[in-house]
């Protein structure tokens, strides 16, 4: 090989070299290009299912809040149905009553202040509803209390027949005797009930009286149940209106068997008439 010729080769395969070095500084370079765009690719297709992630869950939040105010809405209409029934029975507790009913017509409304998001309106007219409810609640029961105590006192004051039958001897002057009571004919062994609720105060056997029962009852009442075969009560119990006390008899000074039965007023005898 001539001297020329060497000098070409050696040019060419220096150029060569060059070109391949040169290439492969680009290759490498493209492929930590590469490596970076997948990279990025990655992490932007995991950004993508997050944010897909908080769309599902967008969702379904605004369909909870739909829920709640759907919720919010029916409540709403039930707590005006509450209070229009609690008007109703305050009316009637009045009528039963025959008084006015101390009343403050007070509700809550917290309606007209605009709020920025749905949760916190709804957490507004949800503790509106709250206190709403509570102060109907607390109304009810004064009026069931007062209902309650209108109750015992009615129950507390003689009322009604201690025995099934019919009075045949009257309050008032006999001839020369005054009748302290009325008298009810009855077989002997019929039941007597109390006319109203009270206490025991007395069981036992009393002049002209025979075996007797006197319950003490509220402001100043007494009844008094005469002439009686048994009875089943004792000293010092509690007894409701209407529960049997004992039977009747021919005990003490009689002419048949019958009930004597007296209404008192801080131990004097009044009419039965106006109570039975
Ligand atoms: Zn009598």
Redesign the pocket.
């Known amino acids: 090989m001539d001297k020329e010729k060497w000098e070409y080769v050696k040019v060419l395969i220096a150029s060569l070299v060059a070109v391949i070095v040169v290439l492969s500084f680009y290759l490498y370079k493209s492929r930590l290009h590469i490596e970076r765009i997948s990279y990025k690719l990655t992490v932007a297709h995991k950004q993508i299912s997050e944010l897909k992630n908080l769309e599902t869950i967008n969702r379904k939040q605004k369909l909870a809040i739909d829920r709640l105010t759907l919720k919010t809405e029916d409540l709403s209409k039930r707590l005006s149905r509450v209070e229009s029934l609690s008007e109703e029975v305050r009316i009637l507790t009045e009528k039963s009553l025959g008084k006015k009913i101390a009343y403050t017509n007070r509700t809550y409304a917290l309606a007209s202040r605009g709020y920025d998001l749905p949760s916190d309106s709804i957490d507004a007219r949800l503790s509106e509803i709250e206190q709403n409810i509570n102060f109907r609640e607390n109304e009810l029961n004064s009026l069931k209390v007062q209902l309650e105590n209108a109750y015992e006192e009615k129950i507390s004051i003689p009322h009604g027949m201690p025995a099934i039958g019919r009075v045949s ?1 009257g309050f008032g002057w006999r001839g020369r005797e005054f ?1 302290t ?3 009810i004919p009855l077989r002997i062994g019929t039941p007597i009930s109390a006319t109203a609720s009270g206490y025991v105060s007395y069981v036992g056997w009393k002049y002209g009286y025979g075996l007797v029962i006197i319950l003490d009852h509220r402001y100043g009442f007494s009844t008094w149940y ?1 002439h009686l075969a048994r009875a089943i009560v004792r000293v010092g119990e509690k007894v409701e209106k209407g529960q049997i006390i004992g039977y009747s008899g021919a005990t003490g000074n009689v002419t048949g068997p ?1 009930l ?1 039965y007296e209404v008192r007023i801080n131990g004097d005898p009044v009419d039965p008439k106006e109570y039975l």
């Open positions: 001897s009748h009571g009325v008298d005469a019958h004597h």
